[in-house]
């Protein structure tokens, strides 16, 4: 099971480009990088999923070396409704982890200040 | 179309009580797991169900124990509650198990505070 590690806060303002990068020296060959959101007192929401180069949705963009032991979130203007936690989770397609279940750790706690 | 949804949104509970969660998965969805997240920390895998069985299961004692129903729905009970189970309870819905596990929604979770 690929291990993640990540910053646990970083702080921001109002309309900059975020980068959260996440560290996985030991992502297995089938494995896949995903992000999600969390808001206090919410579950966990999906942000975007990769394997390798750029992945871009109309929410974020995912960045990946070619050794893919790392990558990086960028979240583009961030406004005040981004403060969230970000988790970093490798694992099977589509979000699931090692035997088919999540695996989360700290994440980042990302704070946007006006 | 309804995403994941969990009852009751607060429930308070005294130690050494039992208590039972529950989940509706989101439509088309067969396969329900349930997460502890304690305050400050990421949420930690308790158990997993597909077709009415327990398929995975993380690090929790058995006091903690499920039930999937026909319809796909579920619950957790937890039996003899302690102060340190006092956490933000998530269930998470997918389709498929156990080659190909696609999208999880979760659901906005269940605080339990035991006093």
């Known amino acids: 099971l690929a291990k993640t590690t990540q910053p646990i806060s970083m702080d921001s303002y109002e309309g900059q480009e975020v980068n959260i990068t996440c560290s996985h020296n030991?992502?297995?060959?089938?494995?896949?990088i995903t992000w999600y959101q969390q808001f206090p007192s919410q579950g966990p929401r999906f942000i975007i999923q990769?394997?390798?180069t750029k992945v871009t949705n109309e929410v974020a963009s995912l960045f990946i070396p070619a050794d893919r032991k790392s990558s990086t979130l960028s979240l583009p203007r961030v406004s005040l409704s981004d403060t969230a936690v970000y988790y970093c989770?490798?694992?099977?397609?589509?979000?699931?982890?090692?035997?088919?279940?999540?695996?989360f750790g700290k994440g980042t706690k990302l704070s946007v200040k006006p | 179309d309804a995403g994941v949804t969990q009852s009751p949104t607060h429930l308070i509970k005294t130690r050494g009580q039992q208590v039972t969660l529950r989940c509706s998965p989101k439509s088309g969805h067969d396969t329900v797991s349930w997460y502890q997240q304690a305050l400050g920390q990421g949420p930690q895998f308790i158990f997993q169900y597909y077709e009415e069985e327990e398929r995975q299961r993380g690090n929790f004692p058995d006091r903690f124990s499920g039930h999937q129903f026909p319809n796909y729905s579920s619950e957790l009970n937890v039996n003899a509650l302690l102060l340190g189970d006092s956490a933000l309870y998530l269930c998470?819905?997918?389709?498929?198990?156990?080659?190909?596990?696609?999208?999880?929604?979760f659901g906005s979770g269940t605080r339990l505070t035991v006093v």
């Open positions: 990769g394997y390798k």
């Open positions: 998470a819905s997918s389709l498929g198990f156990p080659e190909r596990v696609y999208g999880y929604t």
């Open positions: 989770l490798v694992g099977d397609p589509l979000g699931g982890g090692s035997q088919g279940n999540l695996i």
């Open positions: 030991n992502i297995a060959t089938n494995d896949y």
